[in-house]
């Protein structure tokens, strides 16, 4: 892929790395939460529907040692550019991108049942504000090309037996991940709410449910992004220190 002002960044506080270009968009901390959140080994295979430019293939791959991860991105030029970030980590024999639409999702997602489907949607109604000019980031922040519901009964389809399925996204939209999952038999298990730091109220949420699984929600202690400054609060320098999430 050509054109446009390329940056490289460290990716959390190991080895990695992503290139990114301004002009596209650039990630943000959303997708290395939930990479770091869910419960994954090294053995199970990761589908991420609506990868961007790769952030959690890269992370689960790098940091949690998982050996299958596909992503998935509809935008050609943010796939080229994730296709970038796998071959410039050494990520080839773990991860595959690939391009295409996860409404109509092709052959190399639909050939294989995944343990974990994750994914990092869009989180708003274009109807409900002004959308941005940059049209990979409407894409990227607004359900333009794909609704919650959608990119749900998605995950679903790509499940195996007893498949799991994570998301983040923002707190008032709670009631919409829980029904939507439910109608697709997943059963939420546990939940995270996200915050800038104490004192703020929470601006993410992160789900993780079960398919066919008995009812029971866990919700796990309140995470803070940052302590009462700019700085990074421990919880968060923990997760960038080892690649999961911690709980205790």
């Avoid at 939460?33 to 791959?61: N, S």
């Avoid at 024999?93 to 994750?118: H, S, Y």
């Avoid at 829980?178 to 789900?207: D, M, S, T, W």
Wanted: include cysteine.
């Amino acid at each position: 892929m050509t054109g446009g002002e390329r940056e490289v960044h460290r990716l959390g506080l190991g080895r990695l790395r992503l290139i990114q270009r301004p002009e596209l968009f650039k990630y943000t901390v959303d997708p290395v939460l939930l990479a770091a959140f869910i419960r994954v080994y090294p053995r199970h295979r990761v589908l991420d529907l609506g990868t961007g430019v790769g952030v959690i293939p890269l992370w689960l791959a790098g940091y949690r040692a998982v050996r299958r991860v596909v992503g998935l991105e509809l935008q050609p030029e943010v796939a080229a550019l994730a296709g970038e970030n796998v071959v410039l980590n050494n990520l080839e024999g773990q991860v595959k991108i690939v391009t295409g639409d996860l409404r109509c999702p092709p052959r190399e997602t639909t050939g294989e049942r995944f343990d974990w489907v994750v994914s990092n949607p869009p989180y708003l109604n274009p109807a409900g504000g002004r959308v941005t000019g940059n049209p990979y980031l409407a894409r990227a922040r607004f359900e333009i090309t794909c609704t919650l519901e959608e990119v749900i009964n998605a995950a679903v389809r790509s499940l195996r037996d007893n498949g799991q399925v994570a998301l983040v996204h923002l707190p008032e939209r709670l009631a919409d991940l829980i029904f939507f999952l439910r109608q697709n038999r997943v059963e939420p298990k546990r939940l995270c709410l996200i915050y800038p730091r104490p004192g703020a109220a929470p601006h993410r949420v992160l789900i993780e449910g079960r398919k066919d699984a008995r009812s029971g929600l866990r919700v796990l202690k309140p995470f803070f992004l940052h302590g009462t400054g700019e700085d990074f609060s421990p919880e968060m320098i923990e997760l960038y220190r080892t690649g999961c999430f911690p709980e205790k």
